[in-house]
């Protein structure tokens, strides 16, 4: 089955704990997004990545990290988590970023 | 000014009516329209993508693209109260999806 899973589904943590979000794909894609979604906000890119190796920051990169070492994982890593990183997390996948989006099912994160 | 902005709602259509809904855009470079769903809780699903002027049609769902004026919309005609969700436009720029806030679509039996 296509799909893409993400790591875990639920996160409580505290300020300032190393995190790392897993994300991967078994269809084979090129492209891949970290999103949060914030109510009122929607959809808001964090980071994507072209391909193997090749990422770039999206619109509200700050305080994310990411790596694309293989083709179908890429984790989300919260290096010093804060309080307004508490959101809801997707991960997307598709062949290029005028194709469709196939998305993770989401990680609902808690920072206090 | 919001690159992508849609009505946040919500909308409120009698089953088996026409929904409308709509979304502007401020880039005129962009290429590639997207329609998601979103159901609370759920991730977004795509409904109907667009990249031409006019529209297109798929079952009960029709996308319109406007370049000229930047506006795309989507319309549900027999609206179900399975429609009831969120719907999410998304426009392509470069290398990134820009998303508008969704516009909550509720159906009413």
């Known amino acids: 089955e296509a799909q893409v899973t993400q790591n875990p589904r639920y996160l409580i943590t505290v300020t300032g704990k190393k995190l790392t979000v897993t994300c991967s794909q078994n269809m084979n894609h090129e492209y891949m997004s970290w999103y949060r979604q914030d109510p009122g906000l929607g959809l808001r890119q964090i980071y994507y990545s072209m391909n193997v190796e090749v990422t770039d920051k999206g619109d509200v990169p700050e305080g994310y990290k990411v790596s694309r070492k293989e083709k179908r994982n890429f984790p989300l890593i919260l290096e010093s988590p804060s309080p307004n990183q508490t959101s809801l997390y997707f991960c997307?996948?598709?062949?290029?970023?005028?194709?469709?989006?196939?998305f993770g099912p989401g990680t609902r994160l808690t920072v206090t | 000014q919001k690159e992508v902005e849609q009505n946040s709602g919500p909308l409120s259509v009698p089953e088996g009516a026409i929904a409308s809904l709509n979304c502007t855009y401020s880039?005129?470079?962009?290429?590639?329209f997207f329609w998601y769903r979103q159901y609370s809780g759920k991730s977004p699903e795509l409904i109907m993508f667009?990249?031409s002027n006019g529209d297109k049609e798929d079952g009960r769902f029709t996308a319109q693209l406007n370049k000229a004026s930047q506006y795309v919309s989507l319309l549900i005609r027999d609206s179900q109260p399975s429609d009831s969700a969120t719907y999410l436009c998304a426009v392509n720029r470069n290398y990134q999806l820009i998303w508008g806030a969704g516009t909550k679509l509720i159906i009413k039996p």
């Open positions: 667009i990249y």
């Open positions: 880039d005129r470079g962009s290429q590639s």
């Open positions: 997307a996948s598709s062949l290029d970023p005028s194709y469709e989006q196939y």
